[in-house]
């Protein structure tokens, strides 16, 4: 430094010339309009889109959201998968941090741009987003999409077989989840819990599924246990209407829940290793015996966890194998056999009896039953198939299809030739398709409507496209024409509809006038639909059973009219899948219970 | 020979040369752990700092291994010549846990020494430095042993706005909805 | 308004003008949000324009910034300054923390509600609150104290009592001073 | 009767306009700097707003009688320097007392107040007054022997200890003083800079060490009445220098224009310039300000 | 002056103090002889309550532990969780943590600007520095969300990707700030007074740095070239050409000299980033946040923070929360030893001044 330091002196003197320039401070008019378009303001939530997951509430940090019951002037959707609840925001807590947004699985809640709200009133920061801001919609700033968030949208991909190594062998098509893609899959579960209310038997979904995110799947089949005695079979082949409502599914595929079962369950090889691991704790014999007609899904339920009680059961099987429906209504290479038998042996094990090849009413009375049992529990399930209506119906060559799949799963030979047209769009119908791809057929599906309006599974659709199978829809058989015999089938006539929207309704097929076609087949298989045959049951109780439209009528607890007589199972309830059944034969189970231990002790 | 060795192996080896019985460990690129007993500590990192040019203390920290009962001292030095970070990593008894003083190899040690003195409760016998450093009038356990629970520390002392008592759990609501029992043993692995 | 039991008298309306227009506020950052009082003071924000500046001193200071989170530590201090200030004093709590604990609301060291130790006049949302927010939170300052209700230290002063409850519940072995001011 | 009344009322009206101008000063002070910072800055007339709210808030402290004396004292110490420093020339404004203008006693007049200040501060018991305090002494003796050397370097080249004597001298001689011993000048504006302790030297009341040195515990009132003394000191200092160098005012509009020159120096010399330490100032006021203070001694003197 | 000592308690409440932190001061006249720090006013137990929060929930309160920069803690977290997972970065992920890195850089030097003048009572540059820190601020705004607390920077990579059109808002701004860091600097620099109150004044020895284990600028300060973007290049610095500051002296001139150089290395860095910015994807996603859990191990992740070498250690038993987060902040060895140890024989004037040359922040120290 020297003695005299001019330039040190002179040079800071330059700063006055800012004194010239406009100043930069913003107008107080114009103060804070210019919020950057992520900025991380209040939250907004768009009401009806929002399913109450509840999982932005999960992830804060600061215990700053609360799910909470919104009057009903918002009209909040209470349905099935819908809490019903929605979230409000404790801006005495909030750091927004946005994680909330990140993870919401719906996308429906944002931040807005706005942040401003200032009062004298400590007890005036609770936000009810959606509420607050109805105008927010408009302000979005923070927002997530699919790639950006933070839940796993897409699913771990399942391995199958090849579409062509499949049509070779009825061997299994789903390979399952290995370990590693099994915990990766259930770790994309939110535990929102909204699936447990869709399910008919109302599993604990979210916890086995965090049981085997955790590593802990000796836990996660002890859950499943606690309300399905047959996990293995409904991983395999269950409806899983759970799925439908997954929060992930809003905006991406849903959550595994039926392979994560699968998973869960196939880990025990053995009956005696599912007894090992589940380990029930089975009360003491109370002495009352209840007998159960069918060993169906629904049957069998309510025979194990009626064992399971106490309960001296008896269970009278008409045909050779346990399993009813998805023994013999499921091809094998959905569900294979011995999977079912082992399912079967675990329960036997735990003290169900089981009488093969007893039908009721042929080999043992109804009365006999009815007689010897403090209740009688039904579940016959829908053996008799519905009759198409057409002509030639009757031909040789055409068959219903749930006959077709048990004659294959009875090990019957039934040769469906080189052409098969399958009628129907259901489950029954695809399963038939795909069997008879596997008898080296060209097999062509007609269905009425389109092929999105098919209620069968997407995977099994798309399973049959895969192995070769055509799909027709919006055509309408018209008549079966016989070949020269008269007695075989050669062809089919259809008609070709196309989809009139009507109010209220899904679109109905209407024919287009003189559109139809015929195709030479060798097999016609139906599977329109299917009915119960009450035929074993003795006149005296039909009578006292209430039916209606062919289907049982029972109370919440399933018991029907006759206080004594439980039923379940499709011939009771309308939706007609295996956990239904389920669900009906673990409420008959407490109906029973509540039965005969209330009234009688 | 053939081989040759990283310089992650080469410090392993060194400090196995140099003290037996010494457990070392290459984690990863740069980090390098050795497992030392109580008595070791020092004699390592002198030995350390002295010969093999790990001249810079970066950190020193406390882990709380509640299950087994040990407390776990880890001492992080750096070398500006390997730049490995070398993990020195000794066990203490949970039970009236004492600890060399080691503030005169690297003064700043005397920091970190206050800080886990006052937050773990571990000792350092010899060792001059106020008492309190961060807490002032701290009555309870040391706060950052795992067995003190803060959360109900804070229900005891502090307040909490009421307003929101209105809230809903969504799994309990489901499961009523749908009478749904949900078995005790499964709840653990509810949501929280 | 004239006829309101309530009404300002001439006075109160011009020492309300004057105090409304002069907010000296303490230097004292005793959480996060003090990282937004120098851009809240400088040139894009210049909350001067709106007569607030910066009191080195708590004898010189009308207000208090709480800004953030008060470790139990601080708020003794802040006791202190807060009794130290001359009336009419105000009380700005900033953000979350203040409100109802924020992210530290399981925090074994940091108060969660403030009006449970000393009383405040407005709180600010925000975690933590931008410059504009603090600004808006001064204007509803200024609108209370122009309408006198800014009150804070009346309130402190009334109860007294229940606040030192309140205060000695966390702040163990540590002398209160007599507030005789 | 008549002219003592009017003697008092002129009184009040000087004490008036050095508070007016002295407050709209210290506006246009924060304004200055405001616009030199990039920002919009406070209404000009802010600080008369500070002063109302100070005068108006409770004050509840009680360090002992010289607390509450201290600020008395400065402010008593301002108006009576005011009352010996002739506003405007030509008999414009009431002379008050400057007809005994007297230069050796204003000079000590304006240290009293910082004394008093001193005195006061010294007893509120904080350490930061403390320090303050000394810190402040220690900057007057630096500020005050370069601005005496000036004045006795005026009062021998002119041979008069009187201001309007001086304002005399250079209403004859046409030329300011400023410009008839420029070294005088140059010690006293410098010693100015301390006398204003902005920026560099404001190390006196530096926040970001001694809080707010002497003042730290002064509130309210106190704080109201040190602002009300030093806007009328800072005009007392300001119409003295524009008395001495730069000749004086005819009327109001020069006066302002003038001492407005005049205040921008530390003003703007402040706005750009970090803080000295304490003994660094004493240095820079034993340095070039005694320099020019010598040489202005030995100019007056040959 | 008097030769009996005073006691004069320097914050928490006290102007000049930087954060909420105490020195206590044992003065003969305005000379120090014995200087304790006391910290703990802003304890908030963080490392406690990251113990209760899962891994993805730690992400965002780590950016509270140093309010002048917030973004060092996110990005030395990341790191340790990454060594620990094992997860790779994205290039694209790991340039614009660089860039928000630099970013925080720039605005935390800015803020040392005003911190450093303001204590020398030199407000004006503070104000104009504060001022135009909020044009950066503005880009964190649009890149994050957020001005102060970004919550950007995660295990894997970033949060976001940037938006259309920031490249070129970057550049301007940058063209902006490199021209007024020039007005700073002919202020603050050149100004003889700044001169000589920080030239001889906070001298560090060399011995002294690393038995105090002193970091960052300070260091370079004293010409040690320590840097961890040098030493252990994270992210993307091994592909970035910058240099470090370098001077003698270890005084607070020294230090000052070492930001004033880097800051400009900033600036062209950040201009790096933005001409070279690869293509890609910004984040490999983790799963679940809930549901995500870090095998066992430790690591210790460190960044150069504007003050140093910022570092975490984190240990995880394989669950779903970390089981001990250990921060070392710069300031914890600045702020509280070596302060004690350097404020003894200096000036009370200079105590505000070396403070905020050291950059000690007390939130980090006490998290």
Known sequence: MSFFDLKGLLRPLTGLSQFGKNPHTKRMDVLGQDTADRYRGFHYNDLNACIGCGNCSTICMNEAIDMVELAAEFNISQDKGNSGLRPRVDYGRCCWCALCVDVCPTGSLNLTKEYDYVSPDANSFLWTPGVDNPYGKDQLSFTSSVETSLMNFERIPMRELEGTERVKSFAEVVLGYNEEEARAEASRCISCSLCTEVCPDHMHIPEYINAIAKGNDDDALRIIYDNNPLPEMCGKVCTRRCEDVCAIAVRGEAVAIRWLKRYATERAQTSDLIKEIVNPEIQEANGYKVGIIGAGPSGLTAAYYLALRGFDVTVFEAKRFGGGMTMYGIPKYRLPMDSLDKQIGYLQKIGVKINFNTRVGTDITFDEIYKKHDAVFIGIGFEKPWKLGVEGEDLENSIPAVEYLRMINNEEIFDVGKKVVVIGGGNVAIDGARVAARHNAEVTILYRRRVEDMPADWEEIEGAEDEGVHIHPQAIPVRIIADESGKKVKAIEYIEAEMVAEEGARPRPVPIEGSNKIIEVDTIIGAIGQEADYSFISEEYVNKIELNRGRIVTNDQQQTSDAKIFAGGDAVNRTADAISAIADGFRAVKGIEAMLLKTKK | MGTTYSKEEILAQQLQTAFEHLITEVVRKDTVFAFATKEQVSSILLYAKEKLGYISFVHLSCVDWLESGEFELVYIIWSPETKINLFVKTRLDRENPSMENTDMIWRQINTYQREIREMFGVEFPGFVGEKEFILEDWEDAPPMRRDFDTLEYVNDTFFEREGREDKQDVRERIAKRSGEEIPDFAKKYSRE | ?181 | MNTILIQILGALATILLAFIVGMFYGGAHRKVIARIQNRVGPPIYQNFIDVLKLYSKETSINHGVMQHMGPVFAITASITSLMFVPILTDGNWFSNLNFSGDLVFLVYMMVFGSLGMALGAGQTGNPNSAIGVTRGLSQMVGYEIPFVMAMVALMTQFHTTSITGMIAVQQQSGTWLMFSNPFAFMAAIMAMLGMFSYAPFDIVTAPAEVSSGPISEFGGKYLGMMMTSGSIFAFVKLALFVDIFMGGASNLVVLVIKTFALYMIPVLYGVISPRYRTEQAITYFWKWPLFFGFIAILYAAF | MREKSTTLYLGPQHPGITGNMMVKLQLEGDTIVKATTHVGYLHRAFEKLIERRNWMQSTTILCRFCVPEPDPPEAAFALAVEQIEGREVPERGKYLRSLVLELARIQSFMLWYAGQNGSAGLYTVGQWSVGDRNYVLDLFEELTGGRIYHMYIWPGGVRRDIPEGFEDKVLHTMDYIEKRIDDYDRMMFDSAIFQKRAQGVGIISKEKAMEWGVVGAPLRGCGIGHDVRKDNPYDAYDKLDFQMGIFDGGDVWARAKVRQFEIRQSISMVRQIIQNLPKGDYLNKMPNPMKWTIPAGSAYGKVESVRGEFGFHVVSDGSDKPRRVHARGPAYAHGISLLEDILVGENLADVSFIMNSLGVCPPEIER
């Open chain 3, 1 to 181: 308004m004239y006829n309101d039991k309530n009404a300002q008298t001439i006075v109160d309306y011009i020492q309300n003008f004057t105090r409304k227009n002069s907010l000296f506020m303490l230097a004292y950052g005793t959480g996060c949000g003090a990282i937004e009082l120098p851009a809240t003071l400088t040139s894009r924000y210049d909350a001067e324009r709106l007569g607030v500046r910066g009191a080195a001193t708590p004898r010189q200071a009308d207000l208090l910034l709480i800004t953030g989170y008060l470790s139990t530590k601080t708020l003794k201090r802040v006791i202190r300054v807060y009794e130290q200030m001359q009336d009419p004093k105000y009380v700005i709590g900033f953000g979350s923390c203040t409100i109802n604990g924020g992210m530290y609301w399981d925090s074994y060291n940091t108060i969660k509600l403030l009006d449970k130790y000393i009383p405040v006049d407005v709180y600010i949302n925000g975690c933590m609150p931008r410059p504009e927010s603090v600004i808006s939170g001064f204007q509803e300052l200024k609108r209370l104290i122009a309408a006198g209700k800014a009150d804070g230290a009346k309130k402190y002063k009334e109860n007294l009592e229940w606040y030192r409850e309140n205060q000695k519940k966390v702040l163990k072995n540590w002398p209160l001073v007599e507030y005789n001011w």
